[in-house]
């Protein structure tokens, strides 16, 4: 095991959990591949969840840790707020990297550095936060919390920084902005259609994200179907939605007479 003065522990869960579907699985994902790409380096050992399943991703050192399969989302935290900071202690590391905003541990021996993606719930509280049950009421409260308490915080954009420093009263000192990047080798342009098993048309707008109230898919549905009549191109979409939302999504596609004109990809 290395010197525990430059070891640094990197919360990798998001790998394992519904987040590997979205931003912050993909974010994490990148954020391994960059730093195993990297030549000068601290040691980083990476948190996973074992559960009995092969671990791959990175060839980092990695701590296998265990969560039940229920609660998936809900309650998970809580388990996460006893079980994460002896689970970093044994990693013998100086320096934490939590990820996923809902999992950042209580400083215990180590230093803190937590990534913001953004406010959206207490931005738009009247969307989010203030429906939210009692235990993600909790839950986030304690995330807003831990972002004061780490020493220091990575920002995805100006406007997160803008927004930690006017909600949360924080340092700008103590936010950096590291902007998102894209995989090279997943986007770039191909001489070549989409594969035809899709059954993408030749000409569509596309969109590619999750269902959050705040994308607003059903106004942008209705703007498509305003169009529709005047424009060679069909409408596709990409992104993974639950049993409820895709029932909403195929409603919205009834209301605004759009069948045969959308194709839903569901998560590609």
């Given at each position: 095991?290395?010197?525990?003065?430059?070891?640094?522990?990197?919360?990798?869960?998001?790998?394992?959990?519904?987040?590997?579907?979205?931003?912050?699985?993909?974010?994490?994902?990148?954020?391994?591949?960059?730093?195993?790409?990297?030549?000068?380096?601290?040691?980083?050992?990476?948190?996973?969840?074992?559960?009995?399943?092969?671990?791959?991703?990175?060839?980092?050192?990695t701590l296998k840790i265990y969560r039940p399969a229920w609660p998936r989302t809900r309650l998970r935290w809580m388990l996460n707020e006893v079980l994460s900071p002896r689970?970093?202690?044994?990693?013998?590391?100086?320096?934490?990297?939590?990820?996923?905003?809902?999992?950042?541990?209580?400083?215990?021996?180590?230093?803190?550095?937590?990534?913001?993606?953004?406010?959206?719930?207490?931005?738009?509280?009247?969307?989010?936060?203030?429906?939210?049950?009692?235990?993600?009421?909790?839950?986030?409260?304690?995330?807003?919390?831990?972002?004061?308490?780490?020493?220091?915080?990575?920002?995805?954009?100006?406007?997160?920084?803008?927004?930690?420093?006017?909600?949360?009263?924080?340092?700008?000192?103590?936010?950096?902005?590291?902007?998102?990047?894209?995989?090279?080798?997943?986007?770039?342009?191909?001489?070549?259609?989409?594969?035809?098993?899709?059954?993408?048309?030749?000409?569509?707008?596309?969109?590619?994200?999750?269902?959050?109230?705040?994308?607003?898919?059903?106004?942008?549905?209705?703007?498509?179907?305003?169009?529709?009549?005047?424009?060679?191109?069909?409408?596709?979409?990409?992104?993974?939605?639950?049993?409820?939302?895709?029932?909403?999504?195929?409603?919205?596609?009834?209301?605004?007479?759009?069948?045969?004109?959308?194709?839903?990809?569901?998560?590609?």
């Amino acid at each position: 095991m290395s010197d525990s003065s430059t070891r640094v522990c990197i919360d990798a869960t998001p790998l394992d959990t519904s987040h590997r579907f979205r931003g912050i699985g993909t974010y994490t994902a990148g954020l391994l591949k960059g730093l195993e790409g990297c030549e000068q380096k601290p040691p980083i050992i990476q948190l996973r969840i074992g559960n009995g399943q092969e671990i791959g991703i990175s060839s980092m050192e990695t701590l296998k840790i265990y969560r039940p399969a229920w609660p998936r989302t809900r309650l998970r935290w809580m388990l996460n707020e006893v079980l994460s900071p002896r689970e970093i202690k044994k990693t013998k590391a100086m320096l934490f990297h939590a990820t996923d905003p809902r999992s950042i541990p209580k400083k215990r021996g180590f230093s803190l550095i937590a990534t913001a993606y953004d406010l959206i719930p207490l931005a738009f509280e009247d969307y989010y936060a203030r429906f939210y049950p009692w235990d993600e009421r909790l839950s986030y409260r304690r995330s807003l919390q831990r972002f004061r308490e780490a020493d220091h915080l990575i920002a995805i954009s100006d406007a997160t920084k803008k927004d930690l420093v006017h909600y949360l009263d924080l340092d700008p000192d103590k936010i950096t902005v590291i902007p998102l990047a894209y995989d090279a080798d997943l986007f770039k342009p191909v001489q070549r259609p989409v594969p035809p098993e899709y059954g993408v048309p030749e000409r569509f707008f596309l969109y590619v994200g999750a269902h959050d109230r705040r994308k607003n898919i059903k106004y942008m549905l209705s703007a498509y179907a305003a169009i529709e009549n005047q424009v060679r191109e069909k409408f596709v979409f990409a992104g993974k939605l639950t049993p409820r939302e895709l029932k909403d999504f195929n409603a919205w596609i009834d209301e605004f007479h759009l069948n045969g004109s959308v194709l839903n990809l569901d998560f590609v």
